[in-house]
């Protein structure tokens, strides 16, 4: 397979310079942050209208309460830069933060930004392309932008906080896998190697942004339209530490065939060559005790639990156009088997 990238080109800001790590490889690690939240699930408040039908317990992607036969969804997404162009970022950042919105079977209606600025570092004038490359995907999202947050910070960060609608009888849920379900992938994996060799290198990858940019909104209604209820999205945990989060919340096991899983273009030279995240790695570790890995490859196992920014829906039935890449069974020995 040959790398698919565009010449390296001299840009006046390397953001991606201003920030220790990138995207959603800069999530907490799992496991650390399963330590934090331990105990912290938060009672049904007595006397209210608005119980809350999916909170901290099963690992979801977003919150959601019920108010008058609605179901509203809430979330919150940022990182710092995972490329250079601060409009692309900005995309890039608020796809992420919607997806969380979809991966629940919901629509986003209205999304504030937070944004952290180094204002003695950064021009301003780049933080403005950040916010319009936000305004610019909520907008295509039909998805109002309401003003948001900032503060003065060492390293620049963006994201957004995003409240979306959904039928609580149709919601898309990590704990409704079922042995016997397909497994299907609407984006192909890579996006964290990639991301972290134009970090290093100033390489520019236009399809790991293209694909980072798409909203995950045909894939979401897709699902839903075929009935399906079980579904999450990849970002940070990487494809691994999500569908292990899925099939612990279900009861169930994941099965894996690995030769079906599809890539972006120069992923696995990116491995090859070095270019893998910290996070990536955290993220291989924390799943390696609840994993048959079989005969799987060490660049395999590394792409696979590669920490993605605004990956795709890995959903639990058969999406039209996405590859299936497993099944879920009844519960074995391990949460993931891969063959």
């Known amino acids: 397979m040959t790398s698919t990238s565009t010449p390296i080109r001299e840009a006046p800001v390397r953001l991606t310079q201003y920030a220790h790590g990138g995207g959603c490889a800069c999530k907490i690690p799992p ?37 008058r036969g609605t179901a509203v969804v809430s979330t ?31 629509r986003p209606v209205l999304a504030v930004n937070l944004l952290a600025w180094p204002r003695d570092r950064l021009p301003f004038a780049l933080a403005r392309e950040v916010l319009r490359g936000g305004l610019d995907v909520a907008t295509q999202a039909g998805c109002h932008v309401g003003g948001g947050h900032s503060v003065d910070d060492p390293e620049p960060k963006y994201g957004m906080a995003v409240t979306g609608l959904a039928d609580p009888a149709r919601l898309l849920r990590n704990d409704a896998g079922r042995p016997g379900l397909p497994l299907s992938l609407t984006k192909p994996l890579g996006v964290g190697v990639l991301n972290n060799r134009h970090k290093v290198t100033g390489e520019r990858f236009e399809q790991a942004v293209a694909t980072m940019a798409a909203l995950n909104r045909d894939a979401s209604q897709a699902a839903l339209a075929a009935g399906i ?68 490859d060490a660049d395999t196992r590394l792409l696979l639990a590669d920490a993605q920014t605004s990956g795709g829906l890995l959903v639990a039935g058969e999406v039209p156009g996405a590859p299936v890449v497993g099944e879920l069974v009844a519960r074995g020995r391990h949460s993931l088997v891969l063959r």
């Open 31 to 67: 496991g650390e942050l399963e330590e934090v939240v331990a105990g912290l699930t938060v009672p049904q408040l007595a006397g209210g209208d608005t119980p809350l039908l999916v909170g901290l317990a099963t690992g979801d992607d977003a919150a959601v309460i019920t108010y």
């Open 76 to 106: 919150a997404d940022f990182f710092t830069p995972v490329v250079d162009d601060p409009y692309d970022w900005g995309r890039i950042a608020a796809a992420n933060a919607l997806s969380d919105v979809y991966a629940m079977g919901g």
């Open 229 to 296: 209820t079980c579904a999450t999205d990849i970002t940070g945990f990487g494809f691994l530490g999500h569908l292990h989060k899925l099939a612990q919340a279900s009861g169930v096991t994941a099965v894996v065939d690995t030769a079906a899983v599809p890539y972006l273009d120069g992923a696995r030279e990116a491995v090859r060559d070095g270019y893998v995240s910290g996070g990536t790695r955290r993220n291989l570790e924390w799943v390696a005790p609840y994993t048959d890995f079989g005969t799987t």
